[in-house]
């Protein structure tokens, strides 16, 4: 199942090779992680957590279920949630749909909710804000990947984690109504890009 060929062509741009030692030790954790349900052959479930579930919890969700695919590691769901529910900022989706999603709006609630998609054929993500524990996410044997030291902190226990994963970004919410909002906002977006593409890169099936 092919990758629509605008997501192609940004995930063949990315510079996974700037990815900082520092940083691969970061991610090193959840790699073993990804390996050692594969290895086992059991389902990989991701859970991308920050406060609001409004920014870069949405992007890691969505990036690391496009790596999943673009990579063939079978039977991994990505979802995410927050320490408290919003709604899934706008420049969020538009930030995905420049880089070549397809994104239909499902409805115009406060908490919108959007079907996204990477590929034709694909499943849809569903995207909208949530507590990480909401019914809508895995209750037991998932991977928590804190994505903001914010929720890092206010949430040292992650009810029915396997495994907890503090991988925390920069917010682009500072950069909000401001000339550099649309700038920071895909820079953030291919960081996140980037950073999950090593991690589903370095596993073996």
């Not at 790596?67 to 969020?92: L, Q």
Request: contains cysteine; neutral net charge.
């Amino acid at each position: 199942m092919a990758l629509y060929p605008s997501i192609a062509a940004c995930i063949s741009q990315l510079q996974t090779e700037s990815i900082g030692e520092d940083r691969r030790q970061i991610l090193q954790p959840l790699v073993d992680f990804i390996q050692e349900k594969v290895d086992e052959r059991k389902p990989i479930l991701l859970n991308f957590i920050c406060t609001h579930n409004s920014r870069r919890s949405h992007l890691s969700q969505i990036w690391g279920q496009t790596m999943a695919h673009h990579f063939g590691i079978p039977e991994v769901f990505c979802y995410s949630g927050g320490t408290e529910a919003t709604a899934m900022f706008p420049k969020v989706a538009e930030t995905l749909r420049n880089a070549g999603f397809a994104i239909e709006k499902l409805s115009q609630e406060n908490n919108p909710i959007y079907a996204i998609k990477f590929a034709e054929n694909a499943h849809p993500v569903i995207g909208f804000s949530k507590k990480f524990d909401d019914n809508f996410n895995p209750k037991s044997e998932f991977g928590a990947i804190m994505t903001c030291s914010q929720a890092h902190e206010a949430c040292p226990v992650v009810a029915g984690a396997a495994k907890r994963f503090p991988i925390t970004f920069e917010d682009p919410k500072t950069f909000d109504n401001t000339p550099l909002q649309t700038e920071k906002y895909q820079e953030r977006s291919l960081q996140i890009a980037a950073e999950m593409h090593y991690v589903f890169s370095r596993i073996k099936r």
